[in-house]
């Protein structure tokens, strides 16, 4: 199994950055994709970014390109996603994930461990 703990949320006001980690711990030695994926009050889950185990493949949704930055360090075992210039629509909690599977993908039934979250406000 693998365990995801979250990390970085908070409260940011538009316009400013945080930067979320997700440090994984347990069979991370089998690990493929890593993935953010956010959901707001009452909404749905939603994709934000994924990235490959190389870092070669990046995927965003088109509502953060250009915004946020997904990273991963092997070595320590942690997913990264810098938020810039945030905006009151990106207040959710955010979840990290793993798949064991795929190379990287924007699909959340992919991913087989998730994070308890951290939540994001950001206010105007």
């Known amino acids: 199994q693998v365990q995801l703990v979250e990390s970085g949320g908070g409260l940011a006001q538009a316009g400013g950055s945080l930067r979320l980690s997700c440090a994984a711990s347990?069979?991370?030695?089998?690990?493929?994709?890593m993935g953010w994926f956010r959901q707001a009050p009452g909404k749905e889950r939603e994709f934000v970014a994924a990235?490959?185990?190389?870092?070669?493949?990046?995927y965003y949704a088109d509502s953060v390109k250009g915004r946020f930055t997904i990273s991963r360090d092997n070595a320590k075992n942690t997913v990264y996603l810098q938020m810039n210039r945030l905006e009151p629509e990106d207040t959710a909690a955010y979840y990290c994930?793993?798949?064991?599977?795929?190379?990287?993908?924007?699909?959340?039934?992919?991913?087989?461990?998730w994070g308890q979250g951290t939540q994001v406000t950001v206010s105007s």
């Open positions: 990235i490959s185990w190389s870092g070669g493949t990046t």
């Open positions: 347990g069979r991370t030695f089998s690990s493929r994709a």
């Open positions: 994930a793993v798949s064991l599977f795929v190379s990287a993908s924007r699909a959340s039934g992919q991913y087989d461990y």
